[in-house]
């Protein structure tokens, strides 16, 4: 009798092949398995997921490439599509035209005519002449997303709300890819460094390129815009790590490319995908309101696929630009529903259609500054005193925790050292404040200190 193969080895190496958009060959798939599968016995998986019609194969011998049969190459999006159909779905609200749209790209694909990239749509926009966002839209979203930091220097919004904003991109965009990371896993990972039980190394390494990725965007506001450096580099930091041939990082593509489960077929001719790519350059750069240049990214750069593969995580990251250089709320696609996504990818791929795109992006933009609004009235007015003793104020609790002392010793290192450092008439209020700091410390909070996890629950068993 065969033995019998276990199904979370078959969706383990199922679920590795849905983050290569392009296809995967077996060596890149036996490096992305969390698990260190021979060769022969992966070479049984695939045979049988292939069997199963879970998984198609192109190609013969060393040159077969595994991929899904399914919309763009991430499981989770057509599973939870088909669930969410059986028990109500979760959409955003769209308009009658976007409603169209979405009917037709849910088309059965053999129902869908097959085009290409069609460089008029490109062709026939006007900066500042044509705009995908009505006047009424752009008003609305301007009054939602300002700040009262507007007339600040470029990136002072963004960097008071940095720390959400970190984990809320870099997991929202990621979910959007597929990445199975759960929000509080990807806090953990970008705040101390641990990587999920369970989860493959790809998804980590996604998840951390986001980091890098929003800490240029913010580090270097004074810079950036829509032009080849940031662009180029944007897709250096969210690729590094994660492309069959490392020196397409941060390069335009040469070779030709296909997106599963659409008929749609981008340009092939690398003088053409150039040529293409700086007019999109220049057109964004050429917008002046903020909304038409963030979703005019949002349509065009995903459209033309200027890279190999994570053109949908540039453009995500590039349409807040404008965003960031303005003070405005930061779109991070938070609650987005991946279906609705995809679908609006979709309308522009195949059709050139941007209204279920548009509904995607207001709705989204909405929420994001709903999320962003009470954060920053949750940070309150930053208090004077404690920013003056910020360093001393992280230096003794680091030692605190690290020293591995209890409530007594605790109490009598702090005001010793306190004494030493701080004026009398500063000196009660000082030392309640590291007192209640080291009362108040818990798993969610430590990174702000550099500790590790090991160091603070080793601690945290003396501290009585």
Known sequence: MPKRIPQNELDAVREVVAHFSEGAAIEEISCALVSNMPRRTLQRRLALLVEQKRLTVEGRGRSSRYRLPVIIGAVRVVLDAVKSEARGEVYVPVSPEAEAIKQAVREAIQNRNPVGYNRAFLDGYRPNDTFYLPEETRQHLFEMGRSTDGYRP???YVRQIFNRLLIDLSWNSSRLEGNTYSLLETD????????????????????????????????QVAEIGFNRYTILNLHALLSDNLLADPQACGRLRTIAVGISGTVYHPLEVPQLI??????????AAAITNPFEQAFFAMVHLPYLQPFEDVNKRVSRLAMNLPFIRENLSPLSFVDVPERAYIEGMLGVYELNRIELLRDVFIWAYERSCKRYSAVQQSLGEPDPFRLRYRALVAEMIIEIVRGGMDKKTAAAFIQQRATQNVPQEDLARFVEIIETEAMSLHEGNIARYRLRLSQYQMWKKMWR
Do not use: W, Y
Not at 274 to 283: G, N
């Open 154 to 156: 470029a990136g002072t």
């Open 188 to 219: 953990r990972l970008l705040n101390l460094g641990e990587t999920a039980e369970g989860k493959n190394a790809f998804e980590a390494q996604e998840i951390l390129n986001h980091k890098a990725a929003i800490e240029m965007l913010v580090e």
């Open 274 to 283: 150039d040529e293409c790519f700086q007019q999109i350059l220049d057109t």
